[in-house]
């Protein structure tokens, strides 16, 4: 077996006296869609903190595509390849969906300022190509109607899709979805997951999400990852996870709101 | 070394000072996250109400302990007054705006009310009504202790001790620090938020009312610009000591006005001003967090 | 000639219109119209940091004052050739102004730019009040009384035809005023310039995005001291006379309130208030008797900041340009 794009080893974070993530493992191979569950305060969106930069861990290591990212600022890591979406929607929230989009493609950008000064050619190719490509993964998502629009006057659920599109503009290997489906209805959440399947084809995407919802992540999801106060305590195929007395005993133990 | 001395006499009177309206500073910090500019102003509004309730009771010539006690306790009412009325109107509207309105907002009051000081008082300097006597009140190896600074340190020492035990020995004070803590929390907790903001206000619009007398004593001149400079170094002894911690602003304060005293003996007049800002910029890049402040994570 | 079209017919313009005022009037006037470009400079680079990218500087006069010194110390001291010689000469020391106080920015701003919010504020004001305690100090810079004798733009001879200085000053304003706007411009209709934007929304996802929110932000604040710096140039290109006394904390105040009245992020309404805010004292001169000389300026300057963060928070325009329709027939043109 080829080594795994995503090589997590024994991370740690510890805030103060609280360890919130206790040596935390997982390897992620090219292509694969994993997803990461626990309770409530188990630590899940820490390790994706973790993983794209914001935090640095106190200990062990991240290693993507074979570079560790120890020590990396999240910008770097979003160069790198590795990029996310917020559990708590962070758009740009006063600009509109297409700049929101044109933003994630700013890495990219190779024309310099003085083409900008001079609005030659090479500028204007290039913003032309930038824009259709925006406007290209917003149709996949059904927002191009939209791109004119304030990011924060779209409804919930669409504010969640522009997230994973402004993701997909930075071109990345590997995309961490933090619970793309919290606060959407039944048949959004369906859309929501061909679309992620879809996308996942058409980019040659990795794609680890955070999930509440058990159903939805048994349904798509190869491998599983279930985190409980700061542990690992399970990982595998979905029936095997659906089996495990410990994950059972972790989600009606400790939160009996199992959806 | 007796000259020494005397500076440091000089520098803790003086610092005691900076303490008192940092306390100010931090208090406010510490409840709203917010600076509040226009502190400053209310510091220098404090001097002229002193300033014109003495002459409204025919107190200006006639110095003793009453004296100073009477013009004490109208001075922290007005100050308090004032900084409510500017809690009312000018921050209160605007609680749930973003940090910069705020800030904006209070850099506006604050020049507000300079230049409506201005208008209303004139831009020139006024003496300071005598409200205690200046004399020699004892010696200390060979060092002259006088009244001035044994009252200024006597009244901040005893103001400082008041305001500790009101935040850690009553109730008000257990709700203030709730309310900092976490307003959501506190307010469940059945406290209620608004009222321990406006007490905070008033607490520590009360210190910089005090803290304006004694400038009056000390320096026996007040004009409506003298908040501007005392203002920002109380500020930056708040930031010193860790802005959010009493004790910090306590500290900060002392340090800052010995500091500055002996630059002026020891280095140049001209840098005193400087020097407040050398070591606010060296602590916000070094050591944000002051000497008693804790970091904290922004959570995402 | 896309590139110069627009900005050279915005030029001549503005030429004309405030060269025929100007030729009407009295040389106080004529000050008062070439004061509305320095500060629409002062406003507009302010606003680039402020208002774009949502870091809140305090300091602005400290690099306005160093771009006025260096202006002031090398045209004191290399006289002006006289004919046409005189704008190239005056154009590379206003470069080298904007330069200087452009450097200082770079390492004001690179410690400095990691803290947020207030905490950047009051060190931004602290190296403004830094720098103006130290020229008040330092010999080299005249102390307190400042410098004197700034020469004057000289008058053009074309074979008979006089071009007065009045207007070969309000030509080289222009020309800075016009640039100074259409780099702004253009940079925000750009991808660094929407970088910007994103550090101003939200800076943890604009760094998910790949955006090097520390460069972002230390480029802003650079390119901000460098227009600071040219305003500064041209101050002292047309008041003559520099001193520590007229940088002080209210100048900064002066152009924050440009970038707020006018609505944080708007470049016409900063340019709107950049207007108000030069002619209101002058229109308020009148009122001086009645309130015994005293300033109301201030008051009313006050009184109009804590208003409109109450009742509009995001500026009088808010992000809206007074012709919107610009912003987007730039977009497709690009």
């Keep these: 077996m080829t080594s795994p794009l995503l090589d997590v080893q024994n991370i740690t974070m510890q805030f103060g006296g609280l360890k919130a993530v206790d040596s935390f493992s997982m390897q992620i191979s090219k292509g694969q869609l994993a997803g990461l569950i626990g309770p409530n305060g188990a630590g899940k969106t820490t390790v994706f903190n973790m993983l794209t930069g914001v935090y640095q861990p106190t200990s062990g290591q991240v290693v993507f595509n074979s570079k560790s990212l120890t020590g990396l600022k999240p910008y770097q890591i979003s160069h790198h390849g590795l990029t996310r979406t917020f559990q708590n929607i962070r758009l740009f929230k006063n600009l509109t969906v297409l700049e929101n989009v044109l933003i994630a493609g700013h890495q990219h950008i190779k024309y310099t300022w003085w083409d900008i000064m001079t609005l030659n050619k090479s500028f204007s190719l290039e913003e032309k190509a930038l824009n259709e490509k925006g406007k290209q993964i917003l149709n996949i998502f059904g927002l191009y109607e939209k791109w004119n629009e304030k990011a924060s006057s779209l409804p919930y659920g669409e504010q969640r899709k522009l997230e994973i599109v402004r993701a997909l503009m930075t071109s990345p290997e590997m995309i961490l979805l933090d619970e793309p489906a919290a606060g959407m209805n039944h048949s959004e959440t369906h859309n929501l997951m061909e679309l992620i399947a879809k996308i996942r084809k058409e980019f040659n995407l990795t794609v680890l999400l955070i999930e509440h919802d058990m159903k939805l992540v048994m349904g798509i999801c190869e491998n599983i990852f279930v985190l409980d106060h700061g542990v690992k305590i399970e990982e595998g195929i979905p029936s095997k996870i659906q089996s495990s007395p410990k994950v059972i005993e972790a989600y009606l133990g400790v939160d009996s709101e199992t959806h | ?300 | ?334």
């Design chain 2, 1 to 300: 070394m007796e000259e020494l001395l005397q500076h440091l006499i000089n520098g803790l009177s003086l610092g005691s000072i900076y303490s008192l309206i940092a306390l100010g500073y931090t208090m406010v910090y510490g409840i709203l996250q917010m600076i509040n500019f226009a502190h400053s102003e209310v510091y220098m509004m404090g001097a002229f109400f002193a300033y014109y309730s003495a002459k409204l009771l025919k107190l200006e010539n006639s110095p003793s302990f009453t004296t100073l006690l009477i013009i004490l306790f109208i001075t922290m009412a007005m100050c308090s007054l004032l900084a409510l009325s500017i809690e009312k109107f000018a921050y209160r509207p605007l609680r749930k705006q973003p940090k910069l309105n705020v800030l904006i907002t209070a850099i506006g009051v604050s020049l507000f009310l300079q230049y409506v000081a201005q208008i209303i008082f004139g831009a020139d300097p006024k003496v300071f009504p005598t409200l205690i006597n200046d004399q020699l009140l004892f010696e200390v190896a060979g060092v002259p202790v006088k009244s001035f600074d044994v009252t200024i340190l006597g009244v901040s020492v005893t103001a400082m001790f008041a305001l500790h035990f009101l935040v850690y020995h009553t109730k008000l004070g257990q709700a203030m620090r709730a309310v900092s803590h976490s307003p959501a929390v506190a307010s469940i907790l059945g406290i209620n938020v608004s009222r321990t903001i406006a007490f905070t206000f008033v607490a520590g619009s009360s210190l910089a009312g005090i803290g304006s007398i004694l400038v009056g004593i000390k320096y026996q001149k007040i004009e409506p610009m003298m908040g501007t400079m005392i203002g920002l170094k109380a500020f930056v002894a708040a930031v010193l000591g860790g802005i959010g911690s009493i004790a910090g602003a306590v500290v900060g304060g002392l340090v800052l006005g010995v500091s500055e005293v002996l630059v002026v003996v020891y280095g140049s007049s001209q840098y005193r001003d400087a020097l407040a800002f050398g070591i606010l910029i060296f602590i916000l890049l070094f050591k944000p967090a002051g000497i008693f402040g804790k970091n904290t994570i922004e959570k995402v």
């Design chain 3, 1 to 334: 000639m896309k590139t110069f079209k627009i900005p050279i017919v915005a030029s001549l313009v503005i030429i004309l219109i405030a060269g025929s005022v100007g030729m009407l009037a009295n040389s106080y006037i004529q000050l008062i119209l070439l004061f509305l470009f320095v500060n629409s400079i002062m406003g507009m680079s302010l606003n680039l940091i402020n208002g774009y990218t949502g870091q809140f500087s305090l300091g602005h006069a400290g690099f306005i004052a160093i771009g006025a010194y260096f202006t002031s110390i090398i045209s004191t001291s290399v006289p002006f050739p006289s004919g046409l010689g005189a704008l190239p000469v005056a154009g590379f020391i206003t470069i080298g102004s904007g330069l200087v106080a452009g450097l200082v920015g770079y390492f004001v701003g690179l410690p400095s730019l990691r803290l947020k919010g207030d905490y950047l504020a009051i060190v931004t004001l602290g190296f403004g009040e830094i720098i103006r305690v130290s020229l008040n100090n330092i010999p080299f810079f005249g102390g307190a009384i400042g410098i004197s004798n700034i020469p004057s733009f000289p008058e053009l001879n074309f074979g008979g035809f006089i071009i007065d200085r009045f207007l070969v000053a309000l030509i080289f304003a222009t020309f800075w005023a016009v640039t100074c706007f259409f780099f702004i411009w253009r940079l925000l209709n750009s991808s660094p310039g929407r970088g910007f934007l994103s550090v101003r929304e939200d800076e943890i996802a604009a760094e998910a995005m790949g955006i090097n929110t520390t460069k972002m932000k230390v480029q802003a604040f650079v390119i901000s001291s460098f227009f600071a710096g040219v305003a500064g140039s041209l101050y002292a290109y047309f008041t003559n006379y520099v001193s520590p006394a007229s940088f002080t904390f209210l100048m900064s105040i002066d152009a924050v309130i440009m970038v707020v009245l006018g609505g944080m992020g708007s470049m016409t309404g900063c340019l709107a208030s950049a207007f108000f805010i030069t002619l209101l004292p002058e229109i308020l001169r009148s009122l001086k008797d009645y309130t015994y000389g005293i300033d109301l300026r201030m008051v009313i300057y006050s009184l109009a900041l804590i208003l409109i963060m109450i009742l509009r928070p995001q500026g009088l325009f808010g992000e809206k340009e007074i012709f919107h329709h610009w912003r987007k027939n730039d977009k497709s043109t690009t």
